[in-house]
């Protein structure tokens, strides 16, 4: 299947800090990349979809500033999460689809102190 | 009323057991079903796909799809302490723009 590459894997940073996330497609390009969250023992919940070379696109709830998303590449998305605080320690997992099935990142486990 | 159900579990069962996982879902706009299996801190990886309807198997693996009902399967033969995870039902409908709608995920523990 195809690969998506993701780093880090994981990340302390202390509040009020940012913290940059990336997701790569290592052998497919990717014009459409995902950012999920994932709190423990929860499902996925997508947080926006991140569009090459336009504005990502946020699901209801999902701050766009503190939540910012550059799709610069065709095989590179960023997140970066800003001013960050406790309540943003979660799991972040990118993915992008191959036809009508997605395939996963690593996940980053971020954890703000 | 969520888009996708699915008994998160915990659901345990002796190594060599038949397992069936199951979720069920509303909108009959999906067309796109998956299977993932996800290991703690680790990101989902893909099982099975399938479009459509029908049954699709690989290996121990096999995955159903009954569409009159919305209602997915996923049964593992002679399951291994190695399958111990979380596996996660996905479904889309539009095969490509759009994120997946995923299930809660059933944490199965395969005892030795």
């Known amino acids: 299947g195809a690969v998506v590459s993701q780093h880090p894997s994981w990340v302390i940073c202390k509040s009020g800090t940012s913290v940059k996330i990336e997701c790569r497609s290592l052998?497919?390009?990717?014009?459409?990349m995902f950012w999920y969250r994932q709190f423990p023992k929860q499902s996925l919940m997508l947080m926006a979809t991140?569009?090459?070379?336009?504005?990502?696109?946020?699901e209801q709830g999902v701050e766009k500033d503190k939540f910012l998303i550059n799709h610069a590449s065709l095989t590179l998305s960023t997140l970066t999460v800003t001013s960050a605080h406790p309540e943003d320690s979660s799991f972040y997992i990118c993915?992008?689809?191959?036809?009508?099935?997605?395939?996963f990142g690593q996940g980053t486990r971020l954890t703000v102190v | 009323q969520k888009e996708v159900e699915q008994d998160p579990g915990p659901l345990s069962v002796p190594e060599g057991a038949i397992v069936s996982l199951n979720c069920t879902y509303s909108?009959?706009?999906?067309?796109?079903f998956m299977w993932y299996r996800q290991y703690s801190r680790k990101g989902p990886e893909l099982l099975m796909y399938?479009?459509?309807?029908g049954n699709k198997e690989d290996g121990r693996f096999t995955a159903q799809v009954d569409k009159s009902s919305k209602y997915i399967s996923l049964f593992i033969r002679d399951s291994q302490p190695s399958d111990s995870a979380t596996y996660l039902c996905?479904?889309?409908?539009?095969?490509?723009?759009?994120?997946?709608?995923f299930g809660k995920g059933t944490h199965l523990i395969i005892q030795p």
């Open positions: 399938t479009y459509s309807s």
């Open positions: 993915s992008a689809r191959v036809g009508g099935t997605a395939f």
């Open positions: 996905a479904t889309d409908s539009g095969g490509g723009a759009d994120g997946l709608t």
């Open positions: 991140s569009n090459e070379g336009s504005k990502a696109t946020y």
């Open positions: 909108n009959s706009a999906f067309q796109y």
């Open positions: 052998d497919f390009q990717a014009t459409t």
